[in-house]
Structures are given as C-alpha cells and as structure tokens.
C-alpha cells in the first residue's frame, strides 16, 4: 500500500442501494500532471471540511470542479441542448471527516461524501442511468499524487429526480509521504466528462 489509497464506499441515500465498496486501491505512484490547481482558480467550489481530531490540523481541503459538476447524457441523434437530453446528473454538495491515528498520529483516515440529483431529460426512454466521477487527490501546489474513477449507475423509475451518496475513504501515511498534517493535501472530485460534453459545461456555466 502506497502513501495515499483511495476505496469507494457502498452507496447511501433514497436511491437502489449501490454495491458493497469494491477496495481496489489507488496509489500515489499515479501522476497526472496535466491536472493543475492553478488551471482551475475561479472554476471551483471550494468546502473546508471540518474535522474533529486529537491534532490540532484540519483535514484535507475538498472542493467539487465546477465544470465538472455535472453530466448531461443526450439522445444518440439531434444536438447537445437541453431539449434532447436523456437525463443529467449533478453533483450539489461535499462533506468529510477525517481521523488521525497509528504512532505519533502519522495516519489519516478521510470519509468523503458527495449528495448527487440525477434528473430525468426529455428524452428520457427507462431504464438505468448511468456516469462515473473521480477523486483526485494533490498536494497544495496542485500535482495530482493519486486518481481513482468510480461508476454510478441509477433508476428513476416514475420520478423525476432522485438524490443519494456517493462516498470514497481515503487513507494517508503522513510519514511515508513525507508530509505532517492533512492540510498538506487537497481532495477534488467531478464527473468524467468527454470533450463534448466539458465544451457543453462551460457554454452552460458561462465559463
């Protein structure tokens, strides 16, 4: 096990109860440097978390990409506008807790959890729904130390929107990554998104 392993956490919330947590672990031998915090200033809602803790550190910041709040999935014909979207899925809002423990507090322990509305579109046919989010983990000069992607998949059945939780735990070796405290690192999670569908995104928001 690396320094920083990311697992997905069963589903919660008034949806179909999701998988058991599938631990598959994500190390910070991953890099990604094309993700960078700078790139992102003023396309971020940014949580502080709170935490209670013996250590006098907070937790990790966590922050949902703005851009990537969201994904609309559209009919196979006609454009990408509202009028033909199957169905979205949007991200509205983060929490954590976080626990310190082992020798000299050198662990931390993170529980995220994210509130998702799916919503039907107008052209909604049935069925199961689907997308998949990532958590990406950085140090505070935005390099990315560990990534992992994690699947929804949803039924609205006669509802029109349908809220429930996602979570991931996350566990740090503050001593073998060579860092003291959780505030050393930065948690940032959104949906996967195609070109077309980030190009979507930022024409709607504006951005």
């Known amino acids: 096990m690396g320094p920083i392993t990311v697992f997905e956490r069963a589903r919660g919330g008034t949806g179909r109860a999701g998988p058991r947590a599938r631990r598959h672990g ?54 990408m506008s509202p009028g033909n979207a199957l169905y979205s899925v949007e991200m509205t ?28 579109g107008p052209k909604w046919q049935g069925g199961q729904g689907s997308a998949v989010y990532f958590v990406v983990v950085t140090d505070r000069a935005g390099t990315v130390l560990a990534k992992r992607t994690f699947p929804i998949r949803f039924e609205l059945g006669n509802k029109a929107t349908l809220d429930f939780r996602e979570g991931s735990w996350m566990f740090v ?18 949906f996967q998104l195609s070109n077309d569908e980030l190009r979507y995104n930022r024409a709607r928001l504006g951005l």
């Not at 915090?37 to 250590?55: D, E, H, N, P, Y």
């Open 173 to 190: 070796d503050l001593a073998q990554g060579k860092r003291t405290v959780g505030a050393a690192f930065e948690i940032w999670t959104g």
């Open 26 to 79: 994500l190390h910070a031998r991953a890099r990604d440097h094309g993700l960078r915090v700078s790139l992102l200033l003023g396309l971020v809602t940014l949580v502080l978390a709170s935490c209670g803790t013996q250590k006098t550190a907070v937790c990790p910041r966590v922050a949902i990409l703005n851009h990537a709040s969201s994904v609309t999935k559209f009919a196979p014909t006609g454009p």
């Open 93 to 120: 809002d983060i929490k954590m807790q976080c626990k310190y423990g082992g020798g000299n507090l050198s662990e931390l322990e993170a529980n995220v959890e994210v509130l998702v509305t799916a919503r039907k």
